[in-house]
């Protein structure tokens, strides 16, 4: 069985930067991204942001939910977009005495179009950012939120929105997720490491991925655009009993941009937005081994 995957360096990276700013710019011939014909009007995404806890307590972890509901037939983009697009990105003024954590990105749906696969989500999306108080006793304050993204039908429109939130911590309360913190968490990716009986492994320009087949369906692998590493295309066997997936990986240190190489990616199964999925990143050479038995 034959895996999709996208191929890409530092030189894609850079490319698609440059087709994105001239699509912004309204300038003809652009491959790789459609421009909006005249006559098209650009979709209205409706985002908001709320807490992700009944209360927001000092001492436990906060966090806010950013929700971006997506009309009919778009699609906006993952981090790692694939062949096209561009991420979408979210960012948080805090008031002084917080600080703003790492947003939590769901696992994203995987979109066949006429550059490549590319990967991101429609109808609706939710993305986790959480935060903390750095002062003893942070005065009440408004957060506030923006967001940009590049939503894609036929055609594709760069949007932005802003909105806001006030947050107020209290104290001796224990906070309680609410259902939909619930359901933005079911579709975060977990770290491979937790899955029972899961290995990945480096082994001569292959990375290797084993394991237990999940009741969910069969084993995919979603690429991170990582620069000079670049991944081929997977191939995967198995039976009842697991599974074994392989990536090629082809090294081009010249287009590094100066890191050491790391391969990431999600290790997914099933079609559907909340069936499992895990981080995986491994160094090259691999340090150790990142699955557990």
């Known amino acids: 069985m034959r895996l999709p995957v996208i191929r890409g360096s530092a030189k894609g990276s850079g490319m698609r930067c440059l087709l994105l700013l001239l699509t912004a710019l309204g300038i ?62 979210i960012e948080v003024d805090a008031p002084e005495g917080y600080e703003i954590g790492s947003m939590r990105w769901p696992r994203p749906e995987v979109f066949d179009e006429p550059e490549g696969s590319t990967y991101g989500y429609s109808d609706r999306v939710t993305f986790i950012i959480p935060f903390r108080h750095t002062a003893p006793l942070p005065e009440p304050g408004e957060f506030v939120v923006s967001a940009r993204w590049l939503a894609c039908k036929k055609a594709c429109f760069m949007g932005s929105a802003t909105a806001t939130i006030r947050v107020s911590l209290l104290d001796h309360v224990k906070p309680v997720p609410t259902e939909a913190m619930r359901r933005a968490a079911a579709r975060i990716p977990t770290p491979v490491a937790e899955r029972p009986s899961t290995r990945v492994t480096f082994v001569k320009d292959r990375l290797v991925i084993s394991g237990p ?20 295309e997977p191939s995967i066997r198995g039976d009842a009993s697991g599974f074994e997936l392989v990536v090629p990986v082809d090294l081009e240190p010249e287009n590094s941009l100066g890191n050491e190489p790391v391969i990431e990616g999600l290790l997914v199964f099933g079609m559907k937005p909340q069936d499992p999925s895990y981080d995986i990143r491994m160094p090259v050479p691999p340090a150790v081994d990142a699955g557990t038995d």
């Open 213 to 232: 087949i999940d009741p969910a369906g069969l084993p995919a692998f979603i690429p991170a655009d990582v620069p000079g590493v670049v991944l081929g």
């Open 28 to 89: 003809p011939g652009v491959p790789g991204l459609r421009p909006a014909p005249p006559a098209e009007r650009p979709p209205v995404l409706a985002f908001t942001v709320a807490s992700g806890q009944s209360v927001m307590a000092r001492g436990h972890e906060n966090t806010l939910l950013c929700t971006l509901e997506i009309p009919d037939g778009y699609h906006i983009y993952w981090k790692h977009p694939g062949a096209s697009g561009a991420p979408t990105e």
